[in-house]
């Protein structure tokens, strides 16, 4: 199930920061694309959050950079899609600094989860996902009863269909907590690789942040969906 579109907020002014962000994230992999495998190797380990080096105080800056490296197309591309579709309304909530502060912020603490979650690790843990994540948290707080419009995969049959921003990041929220539970054991194909604690930690920090903006969020009206 992947969002595609969602309830725009009536009057509002073109997303700048949320399109800024994107363009950044797709240029910077679309330079990774151009590495050759050592090359990227080296790149990823050098602006990515290495657990071990951040407890020893070393390489800090990577809470930060991080989140603009990816490990794949479809990690970057399902990343800046929900980026997308939820960021504009965000963005318009807290206000173009406040939003980039905001997503900084999210994406940090995000990156802190993961490393607390397994911070013997010398993997280092790259993307957007948990920067989103708190955009996630802070949108089911702000417009829990806006529309979402989904694409459904039914084997070989594709629809669309609209719920609700609660339903829709509830079973997000739901399967993120409990793949983060069953990667705190033995890691398998299905936990591994994943950094699923820096979607709870960020998705925890949106929360937060939601709740002290959900009263302004209450007087800004959505538009239809198309």
Do not use: C, K
């Amino acid at each position: 199930m992947f969002p595609i579109g969602d309830q725009r907020l009536r009057g509002a002014p073109f997303p700048i920061v949320t399109v800024a962000l994107m363009a950044v994230n797709t240029l910077i992999f679309i330079y990774q694309v151009t590495l050759s495998p050592e090359a990227l190797q080296a790149f990823v380990v050098t602006w990515g959050t290495v657990p071990v080096e951040i407890l020893d105080g070393r390489d800090l800056y990577t809470l930060v950079t991080s989140m603009f490296v990816h490990g794949g197309w479809f990690h970057v591309g399902s990343n800046m899609l929900f980026l997308w579709v939820f960021g504009d309304n965000i963005e318009v909530l807290l206000g173009r600094v406040g939003y980039l502060l905001f997503y900084l912020l999210g994406g940090i603490v995000a990156s802190g989860a993961q490393v607390l979650s397994n911070p013997a690790s010398t993997v280092p843990s790259v993307g957007a996902s948990g920067a989103v994540a708190a955009i996630l948290g802070a949108y089911v707080l702000a417009f829990p009863q806006a529309h979402v419009r989904v694409l459904i995969f039914l084997g070989i049959f594709i629809t669309t269909t609209r719920v609700t921003a609660i339903l829709f990041v509830g079973v997000w929220a739901l399967s993120q907590f409990l793949n983060g539970i069953a990667a705190l054991g033995v890691q398998t194909a299905q936990t591994g690789g994943v950094a699923y604690w820096a979607h709870i930690g960020g998705f925890v920090f949106g929360v937060l942040v939601g709740l002290l903006f959900r009263g302004r969020a209450e007087h800004l009206g959505v538009e239809r969906l198309p």
